[in-house]
């Protein structure tokens, strides 16, 4: 019914500027418990798990940045303008890991390094 990706960081509130404010995702809901616990819960869209094997993996790392570079996990965001969106994020102070691409599969392509080490894939369907 619901896939959520949990991410454990260690600067809490840089990350919640970063994913809110820069990336523009809405607060669901928010969760504070004792001793400081803290959780924000925001709308990333509709999500699907996408499935690779490493072979796929290395093509689509080649692809977006020349080399293997993620690891197991990277997060995939479909925006209306990935280039825009990456100058953003790069400006709240994600790396970008190489220069824009369009894939084999059509789609505009920037590879980010988020603040939080996290891989992002910021895509845009072209037409």
Same mark, same amino acid.
């Given at each position: 019914?619901? *896939?959520?990706?949990?991410?454990?960081?260690?600067?809490?509130?840089?990350a919640l500027s970063?994913?809110?404010d820069? /990336?523009?995702?809405?607060?669901?809901?928010?969760?504070e418990?004792? #001793?400081?616990?803290?959780?924000?819960? /925001?709308?990333a869209?509709?999500?699907? /798990?996408?499935?690779?094997?490493?072979?796929?993996?290395a093509?689509?790392?080649?692809i #977006?940045?020349?080399?293997r570079?993620?690891?197991?996990?990277r997060?995939?965001? #479909?925006v209306?303008?990935? #280039?825009?969106?990456?100058e953003r *994020?790069?400006a709240?102070?994600a790396?970008? /890991?190489?220069?824009?691409?369009t894939?084999?599969w059509?789609?505009?392509?920037?590879?980010l390094r988020?603040?939080?080490?996290?891989q992002l894939?910021l895509?845009?369907?072209?037409?």
């Amino acid at each position: 019914m619901e *896939l959520r990706l949990v991410l454990t960081v260690d600067d809490f509130d840089g990350a919640l500027s970063f994913y809110r404010d820069s /990336l523009g995702l809405p607060v669901l809901q928010v969760w504070e418990a004792p #001793e400081d616990a803290r959780v924000v819960l /925001l709308d990333a869209g509709r999500a699907t /798990l996408e499935l690779v094997n490493e072979a796929q993996a290395a093509f689509i790392d080649e692809i #977006e940045v020349g080399r293997r570079v993620a690891g197991p996990v990277r997060v995939a965001f #479909e925006v209306g303008d990935s #280039e825009a969106v990456a100058e953003r *994020l790069v400006a709240a102070g994600a790396e970008q /890991l190489a220069e824009p691409v369009t894939t084999p599969w059509n789609d505009h392509n920037v590879r980010l390094r988020a603040p939080d080490g996290m891989q992002l894939t910021l895509f845009t369907v072209v037409d």
